[in-house]
């Protein structure tokens, strides 16, 4: 069973387009997170919700949008699509909102390419 | 100066070997440590926790130096699996219950054989 799912895995499309990320958790954890990792391979944490409610949301352009529609579920809407959103997105979730003090899990990641 | 430092790398090693890694953060106030390993193309897993006492796993040791600010990984016999990225990663509490990791940008491991 896959703990932290993400679809789609790969998602080419052309700027200026709008597209969405899902993700999904059967861990029972209370908190989800996004993280964009660039070209670089640095890592870098988005937003974190803790029970549908948003808790850290970082200087990420307002193009981003997340939605919890529960706890389970962190989905990640992108609007008008620029090159430099080109990366992987990783979903992760943990148990408590304490973050690091509990290990995070991570989806296998969503491989985006801005055309 | 990035909040979690590390030397990319790579680090090419002959199967058996002793390899280290250090890692700085830069915020005092840092409350938990880690290192995660990932595999190319592959999402970051958590290897271990890094506790002040120094922690072992197996082939695997982490140390914590809090004055030094200062976080090591020592893999002992090395095995061509360990061949990933390692990345160090450091909890900061940002006021109140707001608390996120920081993930160093990795080491780069490659065992030869």
């Known amino acids: 069973d896959t703990a932290v799912s993400q679809t789609p895995k790969y998602l080419v499309t052309q700027m200026g387009n709008d597209k969405s990320i899902k993700c999904e958790q059967n861990l029972g954890h209370d908190t989800m997170y996004w993280y964009k990792q660039d070209s670089k391979k640095f890592l870098k944490i988005m937003f974190s919700?803790?029970?549908?409610?948003?808790?850290i949301n970082e200087t990420v352009p307002n193009r981003f949008s997340p939605k919890s529609p529960d706890k389970a579920h962190l989905n990640l809407h992108i609007n008008s699509l620029e090159l430099g959103d080109s990366a992987v997105y990783f979903c992760?979730?943990?148990?408590?909102?304490?973050?690091?003090?509990?290990?995070?899990?991570f989806g296998p990641g969503t491989r985006l390419t801005v055309l | 100066r990035k909040e979690v430092e590390q030397d990319p790398g790579p680090f090419n090693v002959p199967e058996g070997a002793t390899v280290a890694f250090n890692c700085t953060y830069s915020n005092s106030a840092s409350q938990s440590f880690f290192w995660y390993r990932q595999d190319c193309r592959k999402e970051p897993k958590l290897l271990m926790s890094v506790y002040s006492s120094g922690n072992e796993d197996g082939r695997f040791t982490a140390q914590l130096n809090r004055a030094s600010q200062y976080i090591s990984l020592l893999i002992r016999d090395s095995k061509l699996s360990d061949s990933a990225t390692y990345l160090c990663?450091?909890?900061?509490?940002?006021?109140?219950?707001?608390?996120?990791?920081?993930f160093g940008t990795g080491t780069l491991l490659a065992v030869q054989p």
């Open positions: 990663v450091v909890n900061m509490n940002y006021g109140g219950a707001t608390n996120k990791l920081i």
């Open positions: 992760a979730s943990s148990h408590r909102m304490s973050g690091g003090a509990d290990t995070q899990y």
């Open positions: 919700y803790n029970n549908k409610e948003l808790i």
